[in-house]
C-alpha cells in the first residue's frame, strides 16, 4: 500500500508515499485515503487531520496507467455512478468535520492543487509546482475547481491555470488563497504538524461547528458542481481527444489535436 496512516498527539496523518512513481494516485490509494479520512472522522482522540507527501514531491495527480485501465470501466474516476474511491475520496474530505491540514512537499498537479481547496489550511514548499493541467490531457476540471478557482482568482487567471494549465509558484499560491504560506522544504511538514496539534488545546466541538458554518453556505452548490464536473469528466475520458493526449504521454511525444 502506497498511503501511510498513523494517529500521534491527535493528529491522524495520511502520508502518499510511492516515490518511485511520483506519488501518482491509484485507484487503491484513493480508496485508502478514503478510509482514513473517515475512521480519523469517527476518532474522538483525533482533532485534526494532516496529509503529506514526500520530500519532493506532494503528487503528480492521477497515475494514468492504473487511471485508464479502471477509469473506462466503472471502477476509477470516470464510474456513472460517481461512486468510485476517487469520488469517495472528494465526499470524505468535504465531510471531514475535523480540521485538515495540507503539507505540499513539492510538485502538486491536477488534484494535488485541487484537494488543497478543500483543506482548511496548506503550506506549501518553496520548491513546489501547482498545475490543473486537465484540459492539456483533453478532460475538464474537478473537485469543485471550477467554482472555487474562479472565486479565488478572478475569472481571467483561472482561465489561465484551468483553460491553460499555467502552472503556478508556490507564492502565487498564497497570493490567491490556495495557501496559506511558503516554508523551506525542510520546514513544511513540522510547521504543518505544529498547526495541526494547535487544535488539541480548543475546544473540539466547537471547532467542528465553526467548520462547518464556514463550509455550510456553499456546501450543496460545491456537491452539485462536483457531480457535474464528474460525468463531464465520464465523458471526457473516452474521447478521441483524451486517448490522444494519454497515448502521447506513454510515448513521451507531444499530442497532436490537429486533426480534431
Do not use: W
Not at 480519523?40 to 492521477?62: H, K, M, W, Y
Not at 472528494?90 to 484537494?115: E, Y
Amino acid at each position: 500500500m502506497s498511503i501511510k496512516t498513523a494517529t500521534l498527539n491527535g493528529v491522524a496523518t495520511i502520508e502518499i508515499a510511492r516515490p518511485e512513481k511520483k506519488n501518482a494516485l491509484t485507484v487503491a490509494m484513493y480508496q485508502a485515503m478514503a478510509d482514513a479520512l473517515a475512521a480519523a472522522r469517527e476518532d474522538a482522540a483525533v482533532r485534526a487531520v494532516l496529509i503529506t507527501g514526500q520530500p519532493g514531491i506532494f503528487t503528480s495527480g492521477n497515475d494514468i496507467e492504473d487511471f485508464m485501465k479502471r477509469g473506462t470501466g466503472g471502477e476509477g474516476a470516470g464510474s456513472d455512478a460517481l461512486d468510485s474511491p476517487v469520488f469517495r475520496f472528494m465526499r470524505a474530505l468535504l465531510d471531514c468535520d475535523k480540521p485538515v491540514v495540507a503539507a505540499v512537499t513539492g510538485a502538486a498537479i491536477g488534484i494535488g492543487t485541487t484537494m488543497l481547496l478543500h483543506c482548511d489550511f496548506a503550506y506549501v514548499s518553496d520548491e513546489a509546482r501547482l498545475a490543473m493541467p486537465f484540459v492539456a490531457l483533453g478532460l475538464v476540471p474537478e473537485f469543485g475547481s471550477s467554482l472555487v478557482v474562479p472565486q479565488l482568482m478572478g475569472h481571467r487567471r483561472a482561465a489561465e491555470k484551468l483553460l491553460l494549465g499555467d502552472p503556478f509558484t508556490p507564492e502565487q499560491a498564497v497570493e490567491c488563497g490556495i495557501a496559506n504560506a511558503v516554508l523551506p522544504a525542510a520546514e513544511v511538514v513540522g510547521h504543518a504538524r505544529r498547526v495541526a496539534e494547535r487544535f488539541n488545546q480548543l475546544p473540539p466541538g466547537a471547532v467542528r461547528e465553526a467548520k462547518r458554518l464556514l463550509r455550510g453556505p456553499q456546501r450543496e452548490q460545491m456537491l452539485q458542481v462536483i457531480r457535474t464536473e464528474g460525468e463531464g469528466f465520464t465523458r471526457r475520458l473516452k474521447s478521441p481527444e483524451a486517448m490522444e493526449a494519454f497515448q502521447a504521454f506513454f510515448q513521451k511525444r507531444k499530442p497532436d489535436f490537429s486533426r480534431f
